[in-house]
């Protein structure tokens, strides 16, 4: 008998097919709305695999109700949806998907930072709707980005690869980072600075850094404040790590500049949300890893992950390494 796996998004044909090959596979092919939490209630008991999004809360209750679940492959290098704790006393492999991502978030980061600092969503905005009258020396005038100050918040490839990018705009960087990187600080020519350093001196503040109980509300109103008026604060790891009300108050009484973010506290965000009003604010919905060639590996990448468990194999991109040893 194949073993059972339910993917909790519709994912790409020849993906889906891979895995059909070798488990009977069921899928919530709704690509717009994330699996109702009643429905993985439902499914979980009687599964062998679940393929899953960074949308879905596998917490412990969830995973209580698990009674042949071996692999939890989550389509996304962050995992702070799952408790991995509860998996890993169950037994349970955890994996992700690590690096296939990291050169194209890079990319998107630093559109970001371009985009909020050069104002070009506004400048779009303004000019479709017939604002532009004629060319004006103060028209929508942003911040420099050559030779400026790029602050790092945590230094892992994704960090790396951004750095490598404003090197090409000659930018002086600093970085934190729970360990110091020395090759790093070698290779690249930048420099370690400890938080507070890094927040007052940096013209720009990118938040790389993975969420944690540790980096919950690490950007704080206390952080905030330590930074320039003319900063911007760019944000593409989780939107946990920043405090939205502390960063609203940044922005709307000019303790800052402006902001770029790809991620928020509640994903989807609300309409509501106050961030969103802001004219010094650019928001993305979460499209870090959005090329159709990084998706597609990440999906692939998943259901290698998935298949290896499995066939009782130790899977390449496994969390909780413990249980390779059981």
């Not at 993985?40 to 009687?46: D, F, G, Q, R, V």
């Not at 604010?281 to 992950?305: D, F, K, Q, Y």
Request: aromatic share 6%; net charge negative.
């Amino acid at each position: 008998m194949k073993p059972k796996i339910f993917v909790t998004r519709k994912i790409y044909t020849e993906v889906l097919l891979e895995l059909k090959k070798n488990c009977e596979v069921e899928i919530w092919d709704q690509e717009d709305v994330p699996v109702p939490r009643h429905i993985l209630e439902e499914k979980i008991p009687h599964i062998d695999g679940l393929y899953c999004l960074l949308t879905e809360n596998i917490d412990k209750k969830l995973l209580d109700e698990a009674k042949n679940l071996k692999i939890i492959s989550n389509m996304a290098v962050g995992y702070n949806n799952i408790d991995i704790s509860a998996a890993t006393e169950k037994g349970i492999l955890v994996t992700n998907t690590p690096g296939v991502l990291t050169e194209t978030t890079a990319d998107l980061t630093f559109a970001l930072l371009m985009a909020t600092a050069r104002r070009i969503i506004e400048a779009d905005r303004y000019l479709k709707e017939g604002h532009w009258k004629t060319w004006s020396p103060n028209l929508l005038t942003g911040q420099e980005i050559h030779g400026s100050n790029l602050g790092i918040i945590g230094l892992g490839e994704i960090g790396i690869a951004v750095a490598k990018r404003a090197k090409g705009f000659n930018m002086n960087i600093l970085y934190y980072n729970r360990n110091r990187k020395h090759e790093v600080e070698s290779s690249l020519g930048i420099h370690y600075a400890d938080l507070n350093s890094l927040l007052k001196q940096s013209d720009f503040v990118c938040v790389l850094t993975p969420y944690t109980p540790e980096t919950k509300n690490l950007i704080d109103k206390e952080q905030l404040r330590m930074m320039k008026k003319s900063a911007i604060l760019i944000n593409t790891a989780r939107g946990g790590i920043v405090n939205e009300n502390a960063l609203y108050d940044a922005l709307t009484s000019e303790v800052i500049w402006g902001a770029g973010l790809d991620v928020f506290e509640e994903e989807p965000v609300s309409l509501k949300n106050s961030l969103l009003a802001l004219p010094n604010v650019v928001v993305l919905p979460h499209i870090g890893s959005a090329s159709l060639n990084t998706r597609m590996e990440m999906a692939r990448m998943a259901a290698c992950n998935i298949l290896q468990a499995l066939n009782g194999e130790v899977p390449q991109n496994l969390i909780n390494k413990e249980l390779a040893c059981t």
